[in-house]
């Protein structure tokens, strides 16, 4: 399967402990994207990478989250001290050079915060 | 108010109707609307992409958009119970980055 891959795809952990979420997106393109979605509610934009620079940065993204994408290939998400209010679905999408639109998303990955 | 509105729904239609689903917004900036299916517990799908005004066919599916009334829809024709699902409408300015802000979504029911 070449499409976005996440891993994993559920974590279920206690607040206040860190998670991590990988994100390998479909080789050829250089944009990586992180959504966040609760229920009941469209895919909001966290931030995003062209090649290995992460360009932007919503300002839901506090300090407590932080996203990496070394070497321009896979990527990171990692919420440190989790609270409750971090449950949601975390989405990985990737894109191609200028393509104004077509974001791939992958399956997602559902955090549950106890 | 959020930029992007969209009826939450539950819309449950019998299997071969016509479908219409349908999202408002107000930042007169985007030229780029898309259409995602989200199965549940699954990741958004591209279904259609269009560019400003205009009608965009794809099999069972039309999208239309009116840049000025700030309206774009998706048409479902002979919908099939396969098509259940939820589905967000998604825009962008095409800016550097191209982000994408999404609807809250429809969720679709085709009943047999």
């Known amino acids: 399967d070449t499409g976005v891959s996440q891993n994993p795809r559920h974590k279920i952990t206690k607040r206040g402990q860190n998670v991590t979420f990988r994100c390998d997106p479909i080789?050829?393109?250089?944009?990586l994207y992180w959504y966040r979605q609760t229920l009941g509610q469209g895919p909001e934009f966290l931030t995003y990478f062209q090649n290995e620079a992460q360009l932007e940065k919503s300002r839901l993204l506090s300090d407590r989250f932080s996203a990496e994408r070394p070497k321009g290939s896979f990527s990171t998400l990692e919420i440190q001290r989790t609270e409750q209010g971090d449950s949601a679905m975390y989405l990985c999408a990737s894109s191609f050079g200028q393509s104004t639109g077509e974001l791939f998303f992958g399956e997602g990955s559902r955090l549950t915060v106890l | 108010q959020k930029e992007v509105e969209q009826d939450p729904g539950p819309l449950s239609v019998p299997e071969g109707a016509i479908v219409s689903l349908n999202c408002t917004y107000s930042?007169?900036?985007?030229?780029?609307f898309m259409w995602y299916r989200q199965y549940s517990r699954k990741g958004p799908e591209l279904l259609m992409y269009?560019?400003?005004?205009g009608n965009k066919e794809d099999g069972r599916f039309t999208a239309q958009v009116d840049k000025s009334s700030k309206y774009i829809s998706l048409f479902i024709r002979d919908s099939q119970p396969s098509d259940s699902a939820t589905y967000l409408c998604a825009m962008s300015a095409g800016n550097a980055g191209n982000m994408l802000t999404f609807g809250g979504g429809t969720r679709l029911m085709v009943k047999p």
């Open positions: 930042n007169s900036a985007f030229q780029y």
């Open positions: 080789s050829e393109h250089n944009r």
């Open positions: 269009t560019y400003s005004s």
